[in-house]
């Protein structure tokens, strides 16, 4: 790992029908992963939102945003982990860059 960090931010949308406590632990996981690969820097909790349009014919989800620092190879690591989440239905990782 290089010494070398950079600002994050990432949302994603849990699936509300795996119940309000899967929802939690599924949050609880990606806080838990950011922290132990960075330095959590913000959690914002949006909380149940109607989806834009249905993905996978559900219509609404539980958004997350989450900012971080990081070296720059863990956000590929962490959209892997999203990918094979179950109850993820959109994950977005963006560099903030200035």
């Not at 949308?13 to 922290?35: C, H, M, P, Q, R």
């Not at 913000?42 to 834009?52: E, F, N, Q, S, T």
């Not at 249905?54 to 959209?79: C, Q, R």
């Amino acid at each position: 790992m290089s010494d070398l960090k950079s600002k994050y931010e990432t949302v994603f949308v849990v699936d509300t029908s795996i119940g309000e406590e899967a929802v939690s632990a599924v949050i609880e996981k990606f806080k838990a992963l950011v922290e132990a690969n960075g330095t959590l820097d913000k959690v914002d909790d949006w909380g149940k939102r109607r989806l834009a349009y249905p993905i996978n014919y559900k219509t609404e989800g539980h958004y997350v945003l989450i900012e971080f620092t990081s070296s720059p190879e863990f956000p590929a690591e962490l959209d892997r982990v999203f990918k094979i989440t179950d109850g993820i239905i959109r994950s977005l990782i963006i560099s903030k860059q200035a």
